[in-house]
């Protein structure tokens, strides 16, 4: 059984920082499967977006509002993906959810078709 929990989330002024964790069970990481990872977030009232996406080759993508801000990675010896948010902004107030998927990293990632998803953690960014 797959499941992904995500940690880290919390109440930050504008300007700082936050590092999310989402930690994978029953789901392997390794170089040579075949698996995407990736992060997205749903602001109140808005519809749920893509944030960032990574491929189990370490390939990276951002939406475009977060590039140069946000960093995705992964351990695939812990089995844990991160998202480091730096220079935060009021915008980025979300719940900010970890997804997975068994195939590999395609257009498909970015319109959130993933299979596996966490319960979310709030990520509030304060003026």
């Known amino acids: 059984q797959v499941q992904l929990v995500e940690s880290g989330g919390g109440s930050v002024q504008a300007g700082g920082s936050l590092r999310l964790s989402c930690a994978v069970s029953?789901?392997?990481?390794?170089?040579?499967?075949?698996?995407?990872l990736g992060w997205f977030r749903q602001a109140p009232g808005k519809e749920r977006e893509w944030v960032a996406v990574i491929s189990s080759g370490g390939t990276t993508d951002y939406v475009d509002s977060v590039k140069d801000r946000f960093t995705i990675s992964k351990d695939n010896l812990k089995n844990t993906l991160d998202l480091e948010m730096n220079r935060l902004k009021p915008e980025d107030t979300a719940i900010y959810y970890c997804?997975?998927?068994?195939?590999?990293?395609?257009?498909?990632?970015?319109?959130?078709?993933?299979?596996?998803w966490g319960q979310g953690t709030q990520v509030t960014v304060s003026s």
């Open positions: 997804a997975a998927d068994a195939n590999w990293c395609d257009n498909w990632a970015k319109r959130g078709q993933f299979f596996y």
């Open positions: 029953g789901f392997t990481f390794s170089r040579n499967s075949r698996y995407c």
